[in-house]
């Protein structure tokens, strides 16, 4: 059977079409943009028109944070935390670590042991420790997120806990003559602090990154640095959530 999984994120939406356990095809659209062009609501709920967009399948699964909001017709709706550590125990092809998620606007620390959920932790309150935190700063900096994810040494100190107030405080960094280097890795330290107390409380000998957070290649030098731990790196960390939701259909279709 074809399966389609969708995450219906904050800042984008991932959809994935699976056959067995094999990826054909998948996708990433700016949320807005996608609720736009391809939903329309009906009697309370979202009818999505994926075949305009090359996809088609047997089952629809979705999870997100986007289906909190709308339930999608015709769509078998799971967790956003299980559909994560489906899509992580899929890719990575281990039972025992701790997933560290930043996405657009939030960020999840989920224990993972025998492949299963034991604990988590989310930061939704304040963008100060997700991607709109790095995409913020990086544009203060003059930079794009490719660059900002080279710098972890000497990292300037940024004490701001507040993603808006944090731009502020860069900004008279910037003015006392400090170079971009270092306040790029003053913003990837930064970052790191607003999750280290959760990688402590959740911790394990691996860490694996996923979401668009996972690019930052800098936050991982440090989380091993920091944690004296591995850090591994999803193969499709942007896409873990909607491949988690196609794992769970075929699980779902076995059992029946």
């Known amino acids: 059977m074809l399966m389609i999984g969708i995450d219906l994120g904050s800042r984008s939406v991932k959809i994935v079409q699976m056959s067995g356990f094999n990826i054909l095809r998948n996708a990433v659209y700016d949320t807005i943009d996608f609720y736009q062009k391809c939903g329309r609501t009906e009697r309370g709920s979202l009818k999505l028109n994926l075949e305009g967009l090359g996809f088609t399948g047997d ?16 769509a078998l709706h799971m967790p956003e935390i299980q559909a994560h550590v489906k899509g992580a125990v899929y890719q990575m092809g281990m039972g025992d670590f701790t997933l560290l998620d930043v996405g657009g606007q939030d960020t999840k620390v989920i224990q993972v042991r025998n492949k299963r959920p034991v604990d988590f932790m989310t930061n939704d309150r304040c963008a100060a420790g997700s991607g709109r935190y790095m995409e913020n700063m990086a544009a203060v900096l003059g930079i794009d997120l490719k660059e900002l994810a080279n710098y972890s040494e000497e990292p300037v100190e940024l004490n701001s806990t507040c993603a808006i107030f944090g731009e502020t405080e ?39 990154l996923s979401g668009g957070g996972a690019f930052n290649s800098a936050l991982a030098e440090i989380i091993a640095r920091e944690n004296r731990c591995k850090v591994g790196v999803l193969p499709e960390p942007q896409l873990n959530g909607a491949i988690g939701c196609c794992i769970y259909g075929e699980e779902v279709e076995q059992w029946s």
Request: hydrophobic content about 50%; glycine content about 10%.
């Open 59 to 74: 089952r629809l699964i979705a999870t997100g944070y986007g289906k909190i909001a709308v339930q999608i017709d015709g």
């Open 170 to 208: 860069i900004i008279a960094k910037i003015v006392e003559g400090h170079s971009i280097a270092r306040l790029a890795a003053g913003v990837n330290y930064a970052l790191y602090k607003r999750i280290s107390a959760f990688l402590k409380k959740l911790s394990s000998e691996v860490v694996v």
